[in-house]
């Protein structure tokens, strides 16, 4: 790049409270703020289960110049609004990195329950007057998290103006003393921090140039999906609330009438799913959301979808499992299930993208792709991506196409129309509700081409081949990366083989090993299913060992590869309900490597 | 009584039909259900029904779920899905939602809608989807081969119920009623004229109509809803019944041991597709 900054910016700010201190307020406007600004973002806040009480709450948001893929195993600055939240994360801040607490608590303070008692030799501590600060601007204790924000920004002397405008518009529609407030307090903060004498050498540099053919705006994986659905010009959605997938439902409420679409909140997952196959069998472009327990009980009817060769989208946001499992917790459980849970030879096809822009155009494109291939298509996410925050381009020009249905022509005289006509691309041409003399009933029997009940073996066996093989060309469907590698080209020592939200934590991982001198690419699969074989197994031949971490117990995608390709990989699986820790897959790659290739033998 | 003094031709009585017009609404397939099987009943008055009423086939969609009536879409010339076991009523609430013009009809067995689909029916019914709801009981589960359904009498001895039927039946009349189904009505599979006109007006209804069709099943009820049995039970509605009253509506309901044939109820409301236009509305002009 040409004028790269002398400071390439890389922060990490954490905001770490319970759940009344509006930390994640807090962190919501130093996003806001910096992804305004221009800068790569990448936030995730994690939170208790329940809507109210004294849970604790970490907002994290990662700056950057260039992009990045996950947030650091370290931050750069901690701030505290509750110690007692606080005081075991200081561990993760590095050294020369800020912690920043209350330095006149309103209780008495017991051994060993404030902040600077626990500072690490090399952090640099800030104690700051939250409460006073916030008392003397607004005669109030509750605006402590916006004197946090201004202080952090003073500080690192970040615009104060952009501030004010992200505070503006988050307080817009309140009444204008909301707004004041919250500035005045901002700004004792700001004036605070900005008299503070800043150590660290690490801060904020200029952020990138944005290009003029996209615009760049901050959302999380859920509003990706709904803009990603917008753009594709859904017509009709039904859904039943579910964490983490709602978001996407409620976006869609809002912003589907306006445009003309329909939205219905149905009795279940199950009149959902059936509703979807009905509006799609119309022509209609339909889709649903759900998590995983939603998804178990969708399995039937997804079937039907498959074998009554209808059209529909099924956006899946996991979480911790089995059962009703760990609802406000991120795991990467359900891909069996996605992928397998059906009755019957079934396949369907499943995108998981990596990133919350991959949210956007998986979401578009599975439209397309379900149309072009008469097929329920679920795109699978999870918490993580869900709910995490990036600095997102999106393309000014609708990247999506919106009709990519392979249309019957009307049969002459005599003839009946064949819904299910073998043809050599395995494509039925389409005939929908509404068209003249071709009228047809499609059913989830086994039948034949006119859509006739028939369960002889010979016809069992062609459609049975005929809905699996049109699934095989869906890996080659223009626009779609199915799959990529990263990193060194060419043989390398350690392969990471990775999919969905998990893949920017593996990425981070090959870049830092890289730099200690380990060949090492990875690889991003988007289609589960169908899997691109052919790439993942060219793939494996350049890797000495190939690992592929997961968020699961059981190693589902590791299992997926290799039964699909019989060859062996290395599992690494965490089940903790964050995302994976970049130092965990760093160090596997590590323990691989240093390993005498007699490994390499056995996977050869 | 059928007047035997005139010959009737073959010839002459295919001919007429084909000039109706009624054969449009046939496909190509025979229905396979037994011979005698009350559902015979729907296809002939569902199709008599469309082509009075005059909609194209093509405007035209029947959904069912499975079970012996479900295969009703195989046997007519319209647009049809043959769903899954239960789920007729969300997979037509797609169509309908998806595409506003299309006449979409409902046909489906007790258990398909009271015993697994059960869920589904309080919402189709509050929602006033403008859909048409045949539901076809003969107590019995028949695609399976005869076991107890939601609707089997008490001691009805079924291959799951081989001591009798413990579980006392449905009264599906008095469920749409208090669901808010906005039609509601009663027929009778051996009185195919009065069947006839029940779902001319059903399908001509706007909202969510529901006509509750008794049908014999005349392979694994050999005792309990028969056409002997239930020829003897069934029997008008009171003359001066009033149809917009609903409390009159479920009194008649009540009466489960002698049937009554005819309009339960009816009233006008919005419909889902208002519903959904006004929330259109209301969304573009920004409130
Ligand atoms: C999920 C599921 N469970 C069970 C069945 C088996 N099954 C098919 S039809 C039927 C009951 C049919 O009874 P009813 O709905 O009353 O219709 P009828 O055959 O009497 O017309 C059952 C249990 C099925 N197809 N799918
Ligand atoms: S089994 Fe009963 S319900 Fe089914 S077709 Fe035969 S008579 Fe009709």
Not at chain 2, 12 to 19: A, F, M, V
Not at chain 2, 124 to 142: H, K, Q, S, V
Not at chain 2, 217 to 244: A, E, I, W
């Amino acid at each position: 790049m040409a004028n790269r900054p002398q400071i390439l910016t890389d922060m990490q700010v954490s905001f770490c409270g319970s759940a009344g201190d509006g930390t994640i307020a807090a962190g919501d406007i130093f996003k806001r703020a910096m992804a305004e600004a221009g800068y790569q973002i990448i936030a995730f806040d994690v939170y208790p289960p329940e809507i109210r009480g004294f849970g604790k709450c970490i907002a994290r948001t990662r700056v950057t110049f260039d992009q990045v893929y996950s947030l650091k195993p370290q931050s750069d600055v901690l701030l505290s609004l509750d110690d007692s939240h606080a005081i075991p994360h200081v561990g993760e801040v590095r050294d020369y990195g800020a912690v920043i607490y209350e330095d006149r608590p309103m209780a008495t303070v017991e051994e060993g329950e404030h902040m600077s008692g626990h500072l690490k030799p090399a952090q640099l501590p800030y104690g700051v007057s939250f409460r006073e600060l916030s008392e003397r601007a607004t005669s109030g204790a509750r605006f402590r998290n916006i004197v946090a924000v201004g202080f952090i920004a003073g500080l690192y002397g970040l615009p104060r103006d952009l501030f004010h405008r992200t505070i503006g518009r988050k307080f817009a529609g309140k009444p204008a003393e909301v707004t004041e407030s919250n500035i005045a307090a901002f700004d004792l903060g700001y004036d605070d921090g900005a008299k503070t004498f800043q150590v660290d050498i690490n801060g904020f540099g200029p952020p990138p140039k944005r290009k003029k053919s996209e615009k760049v705006l901050m959302m999380h994986g859920n509003s990706a999906v709904a803009r990603g659905c917008l753009s594709a010009k859904i017509d009709t959605f039904f859904g039943y609330p579910i964490t983490p997938a709602t978001s996407i439902m409620e976006i869609l409420a809002k912003e589907m009438p306006k445009r003309g679409g329909r939205l219905l909140q149905t009795e279940d997952e199950i009149s959902a799913v059936a509703a979807i196959v009905g509006a799609g069998f119309t022509g209609s472009r339909s889709a649903t959301s759900t998590s995983g327990p939603g998804l178990a009980l969708m399995t039937e009817v997804m079937g039907l979808g498959s074998i009554a060769e209808v059209p529909c989208v099924i956006f899946v946001s996991q979480r911790g499992g089995p059962s009703t499992g760990m609802p406000t917790k991120t795991e990467q459980s359900d891909l069996n299930l996605a992928v397998r849970g059906v009755a019957g030879d079934a396949q369907r096809i499943v995108l998981a993208p990596t990133n919350v822009e991959g949210c956007f155009k998986c979401a578009g494109i599975a439209f397309e792709i379900a149309e072009k291939y008469q097929t329920p298509v679920i795109v699978l996410l999870d918490l993580y991506l869900s709910n995490r925050y990036e600095a997102v381009a999106l393309p000014n020009k609708n990247p999506f196409k919106l009709d990519a249905t392979k249309w019957a022509k009307k049969p002459g005289k005599g003839d009946a129309y064949q819904r299910y006509k073998l043809t050599p691309d395995f494509i039925s041409p389409r005939a929908i509700p509404g068209q003249q003399g071709m009228q047809h009933t499609i059913t989830g029997l086994e039948h034949n081409e006119l859509g006739r009940p028939n369960d002889q073996p010979a016809m069992h066996e062609a459609m049975s081949h005929k809905r699996h093989e049109k699934l095989k060309t869906a890996i080659n469907y223009p626009n779609l990366t199915t799959s990529k590698r990263f990193g060194d080209k060419g043989r390398v020592r350690v392969g990471v083989l990775s999919w969905g939200s998990t893949f920017g934590e593996c990425l981070e991982a090959m870049i830092t090993v890289r730099k200690q001198g380990i060949t090492c690419s990875a690889m991003k699969v988007v289609m589960i299913s169908p899997l691109p074989v052919d790439e993942i197994s060219r793939f494996m031949d350049d890797c000495d060992v190939v690992l592929v971490p997961e968020l699961n117990y059981e190693g589902q995608f590791a299992s997926i590869v290799m039964g699909t390709l019989g060859r062996p990989v290395h599992r690494l699986n965490r089940v903790t309900g964050t995302p994976m820790a970049v130092n965990d897959i760093i160090e596997e790659i590590q323990i691989l490597a240093a390993d005498k290739p007699k490994r390499r033998k056995a996977a050869e | 009584m059928t007047n035997i003094g005139a010959p009737v031709y073959l010839e002459e009585k295919l001919e007429e039909i084909s000039r109706s017009g009624r054969l449009d609404y046939r496909s190509k397939s025979l229905p396979t259900w037994c011979p005698g099987c009350g559902y015979f009943s729907i296809v002939e008055s569902v199709t008599a029904a469309l082509n009075r009423l005059e909609i194209d086939p093509c405007e035209t969609t029947v959904v069912s779920g499975i079970g012996c009536a479900s295969r009703f879409p195989f046997f007519v010339n319209t647009y049809g899905v043959h769903s899954l076991h239960g789920r007729a009523l969300p997979v037509a609430t797609g169509i309908k939602v998806a595409k506003e013009d299309q006449t979409v009809i409902v046909v489906g067995g007790d258990g398909d809608a009271f015993a697994i689909g059960g869920a589904h029916i309080p919402h189709a019914a509050r929602r006033n989807i403008d859909i048409t709801y045949i539901l076809f009981d003969n107590g019995i589960y028949g695609l399976t081969k005869g076991q107890a359904s939601p609707t089997s009498v008490l001691g009805f001895k079924t291959g799951t119920s081989p001591f009798g039927n413990q579980d006392r039946p449905l009264n599906p009349l008095m469920m749409l009623l208090s669901h808010g189904a906005s039609w509601v009505g009663q027929a009778y599979a051996g009185n195919p004229g009065h069947l006839s006109e029940m779902i001319c007006q059903a399908i001509a209804h706007r909202g969510f109509s529901y006509l509750h069709v008794l049908s014999p099943c005349v392979t694994f009820d050999k005792t309990t809803k028969t056409y002997k049995n239930l020829g003897m039970m069934v029997r008008g509605l009171p003359d001066d019944h009033d149809q917009s009253d609903v409390m009159a509506a479920m009194h008649e309901a009540q009466k489960t041991e002698q049937p009554a044939l005819g309009l339960f109820y009816t009233e006008n409301r919005p419909t889902l597709g208002d519903g959904l236009n006004e929330i259109s509305r209301r969304s573009q002009a920004g409130s």
